[in-house]
């Protein structure tokens, strides 16, 4: 793997592609600078501990700086109230979120149940009107019987405009 270095406003710029695990490791201690081999073993391991074994003067300023930071009051007040605001935040999201999936989804099952309504009333629509349809058929080829009235019989079969007249003329529904 190599380091690509270059020149910005007289600061050393190292870009890698994971590389600081090679470093860490042991694996390129010798292409870069120590104090970027310490600084890595440093954020990986942030502890007094780590921060004495340093050599760095800048590691030793960070680790006070940290240090400071983490014993005031002030800094642990603001911490605790931004973490309540993050966590006040992401409750409202989560909410939301729930609001806006239910929403859909009851948007969703409603248009589905209506499709599934319409196909279903169709189809039993369709059955009871077969049904009512053959049941007042057959009333009217009983009354034509009745009359020994055969040739109505026949042509009811192929004009349903004179079929609708004999029902009328029965009172069949």
């Excluded at 074994?53 to 800048?58: D, V």
């Excluded at 009354?143 to 009328?168: G, S, T, V």
Aim: charged content about 35%; hydrophobic content about 30%.
């Amino acid at each position: 793997m190599v380091i690509e270095e270059k020149q910005k406003n007289g600061a050393q710029l190292f870009f890698t592609s994971n590389i600081e695990n090679y470093i860490i490791k042991g694996e390129l201690t010798d292409e870069v600078s120590p104090e970027l081999v310490e600084l890595l073993h440093y954020i990986e391991h942030t502890t007094q501990d780590m921060a004495d074994g340093c050599k760095s003067e800048r590691i030793h300023k960070m680790q006070k700086r940290i240090c400071s930071i983490k014993s005031s009051e002030e800094v642990s007040v603001r911490y605790m109230q931004r973490w309540e605001e993050m966590e006040m935040e992401k409750e409202a999201a989560r909410e939301l979120g729930l609001a806006e999936g239910r929403t859909q989804g009851l948007t969703e099952g409603r248009t589905q149940g209506l499709t599934e309504g319409r196909t279903q009333g169709l189809a039993e629509g369709r059955a009871e009107g077969r049904a009512e349809g053959r049941s007042s058929m057959a009333r009217l080829i009983d009354k034509l019987l009745e009359e020994n009235r055969i040739e109505d019989c026949k042509r009811i079969a192929k004009d349903p405009e004179f079929c609708q007249h004999l029902m009328e003329e029965f009172g069949i529904e």
